[in-house]
């Protein structure tokens, strides 16, 4: 492609993703200047498999938004079945396959019992997820206590 036509492309609306790459481009060589380890493959490495996990919720997340519908529980989510297996592999003895059926199964139920109230009893998806982004947390309106009896 020339860059007589890649001008012509930009100026017809269809390079919306040019802005976006000019920015990689520009994050990966300020961070490379600042550290010469950035592009290495060990590096590389370590962002793909720590981006693994968000990138699959963002997909869950757009096919939500695409529906018209929003969920804001969904990192709540994400962290109670986290938390699930993490119990039952290191606290309570069980192999990492079972954890982890548990916790894609904790996550199941969860988005189950979401989607009852959203269709059965038509309460919006905003507040049913906003609902669950605030009990999934397991917080308590009560004000936690140490053990010598002071406020934590």
């Given at each position: 492609?020339?860059?007589?036509?890649?001008?012509?492309?930009?100026?017809?609306?269809?390079?919306?993703?040019?802005?976006?790459l000019f920015g990689l481009a520009l994050?990966?060589?300020?961070?490379?200047?600042l550290n010469e380890n950035f592009l290495s493959a060990r590096n590389l490495t370590n962002l793909v498999l720590q981006i693994a996990a968000m990138g699959t919720m963002s997909v869950g997340?757009?096919?939500v938004l695409l529906l018209g519908e929003i969920d804001l529980s969904v990192g709540a989510v994400?962290?109670?079945?986290?938390a699930v297996v993490a119990v039952l592999n290191v606290h309570r003895g069980f192999g990492p396959v079972p954890s982890v059926a548990a916790g894609i199964a904790t996550g199941a139920m969860l988005g189950f019992f979401h989607g009852l109230w959203f269709t059965r009893f038509r309460v919006p998806s905003f507040v049913v997820t906003l609902a669950g982004l605030l009990a999934w947390q397991g917080r308590?309106?009560?004000?936690?206590i140490d053990r010598y009896g002071e406020r934590l």
């Amino acid at each position: 492609m020339t860059v007589r036509a890649a001008l012509r492309r930009a100026q017809g609306g269809r390079a919306r993703s040019l802005p976006v790459l000019f920015g990689l481009a520009l994050i990966a060589v300020v961070f490379r200047s600042l550290n010469e380890n950035f592009l290495s493959a060990r590096n590389l490495t370590n962002l793909v498999l720590q981006i693994a996990a968000m990138g699959t919720m963002s997909v869950g997340v757009v096919l939500v938004l695409l529906l018209g519908e929003i969920d804001l529980s969904v990192g709540a989510v994400s962290g109670l079945a986290s938390a699930v297996v993490a119990v039952l592999n290191v606290h309570r003895g069980f192999g990492p396959v079972p954890s982890v059926a548990a916790g894609i199964a904790t996550g199941a139920m969860l988005g189950f019992f979401h989607g009852l109230w959203f269709t059965r009893f038509r309460v919006p998806s905003f507040v049913v997820t906003l609902a669950g982004l605030l009990a999934w947390q397991g917080r308590s309106s009560r004000p936690r206590i140490d053990r010598y009896g002071e406020r934590l």
